[in-house]
């Protein structure tokens, strides 16, 4: 039974390097990095590696990844949302240095592409979330608050930076693009739904109390 445990902890922590790692390497072979500089391709893989760490966020809120306890579940979720923030500022600086007219036109929802509104609402989202994370004591934000406002944002989060992707026809291979895309939308359902199975079996067991 240990054997399997420990096989099965082993396939999961692989699947998961593999969804995250696969995309970043089929990208790095495009031959479209030969037409980029290095600060856009920079910014590029910034983002790719970002929605990596959309995916690993849901997991370990809702403890699937195997080996870590709750409280240390929580403490990575913390730290990989500051990682995912810094991951986004990287992101668009980069492509503000290349090409600031189209970040303006993008950060002021004009632009012509139909990727770019998608990236910046996920990009505000994940900046409130990481923003309110770190003033949520001197904020005296209760657990049922921060869920209330946390929640909301996270589904933005996971949907903008889907579409954002899925959009774009850039140096991502398309399957492996897809299939991340897939297992982040999963995982954020997988979440939500346990999420409202919780409340409904606590709903439950206080009622059969009373």
């Known amino acids: 039974m240990k054997g399997w445990e420990s096989a ?8 998961l390097a593999l969804a995250i790692c696969v995309p ?3 990208a790095a072979g495009s031959d479209l990095l030969a037409w980029r500089g290095p600060v856009y391709i920079l910014a590029g893989f910034a983002g790719i590696v970002a929605l990596g760490l959309v995916l690993v966020q849901p997991l370990l809120i809702g403890g699937y990844l195997p080996g870590l306890s709750a409280y240390r579940g929580r403490r990575a979720h913390h730290w990989i949302g500051g990682a995912l923030a810094f991951a986004v500022v990287i992101h668009v600086a980069g492509l503000w240095i290349t090409s600031p007219p189209d970040m303006i036109d993008a950060l002021t929802f004009s632009s012509p592409t139909p990727f770019s509104p998608f990236g910046v609402v996920a990009m505000w989202a994940i900046f409130a979330v990481a923003l309110l994370a770190l003033l949520r ?5 209760r657990l049922r608050t921060w869920r209330i406002v946390h929640i909301p944002l996270a589904i933005v989060i996971v949907a903008a930076s889907v579409a954002h992707c899925l959009l774009i026809e850039g140096t991502m291979e398309t399957t492996s693009k897809i299939v991340l895309c897939a297992l982040v939308l999963a995982a954020a359902i997988k979440v939500m ?3 409202v199975w919780r409340k409904r079996t606590l709903r439950g067991e206080g009622i059969a109390r009373q």
């Open 193 to 195: 739904a346990d999420l």
């Open 8 to 15: 099965r902890a082993t396939l999961i922590w692989v699947a």
């Open 137 to 141: 004591r001197r904020l005296g934000l």
């Open 24 to 26: 970043i390497a089929a």
